[in-house]
């Protein structure tokens, strides 16, 4: 099983941002997707998730209403688009895939993890 990010970069308070997860070697419509994150010094969070169809998200309320969480299961691709970012969003994003029933926090530790990619939002 492989989860691949990518998309991180250096972005602007007040910009945006999208990042993916592209995986293989798993049934990935069977699967739920979160994001998490590692801010330096801190403790990993879950930032978002949404279930094997689509039809269920979760946000942390840090970033309700700024981030979105999508899925395109023919592309075996789970996205974050993240808007009106603040430097307090900069972290290793990371993605991950359970199969066990989605929940608000997400499952840490998953079944899978991706492995990250840098998000820095300067002020």
């Known amino acids: 099983v492989q989860l691949q990010a990518s998309g991180g970069g250096l972005v602007q308070a007040g910009g945006s941002l999208r990042v993916s997860c592209v995986a293989s070697?798993?049934?990935?419509?069977?699967?739920?997707m979160d994001w998490f994150r590692q801010a330096p010094g801190k403790e990993r969070e879950f930032v978002a998730a949404?279930?094997?169809?689509?039809?269920?998200?979760y946000y942390a309320d840090s970033v309700k209403g700024r981030f979105t969480i999508s899925k395109n299961n023919a592309e075996n691709t789970v996205y974050l688009q993240m808007s009106s970012l603040k430097p307090e969003d900069t972290a290793v994003y990371y993605c991950?895939?359970?199969?066990?029933?989605?929940?608000?926090?997400?499952?840490?530790?998953?079944?899978?993890w991706g492995q990250g990619t840098l998000v820095t939002v300067s002020s």
């Open positions: 991950a895939a359970d199969r066990r029933a989605i929940v608000p926090g997400g499952h840490d530790p998953p079944h899978f």
């Open positions: 070697g798993l049934p990935f419509s069977l699967y739920n």
């Open positions: 949404i279930s094997y169809s689509g039809g269920t998200t």
